[in-house]
């Protein structure tokens, strides 16, 4: 995180020499936005923090863990289609669950799942493009999701 950290300050320093003016905008929008996502970020947080609190490990592992097989990968994937989250708020959420013992598959169905499938914003899509466009897109993106759940997990276990 330290290195991280630095890489950014130096980039920030050689923008600011590049130009000052857009570099200080820049920074300022940034930190706009950042603020405005920051009472959704810590409120999913603290509800993730409650769950976790509530529910014993040994169930997360149990249901969703390495041993949860295929009800494990169909959970991941359904919570994830149906929940309604942004990446930032559900990349930390993942972090702490890998650490509870959630297998990656599951986590990849989750998350892919979470960025493709829509099942509450169907109705909307379905407005806009119409019903069988909006059901097509989320069958295909629902079987895009799958695909790319097995693979990260098929890769994860060969590194």
Sequence with gaps: MTSFSLVILGLIFISALADRKQTWGGLKKGM??????????????????????????????????????????????????????PGFVAYPICAVLMKEGVSVVVLAAFLTTLMMVGIFTLPLESKFFGVKAALLRNLLSLIGAIIVALLMGVSYEWF
């Design 32 to 85: 706009t936005m950042f603020l405005n996502i920051l009472p959704q970020f810590l409120t999913v947080m603290a509800l993730a923090a409650v769950f976790l609190y509530f529910v014993p490990e040994s169930a997360i592992r149990e249901h969703l863990g390495h041993r949860a097989g295929v009800q494990g990968f169909i959970v991941g994937a359904g919570i994830g289609s149906i929940t309604l989250l």
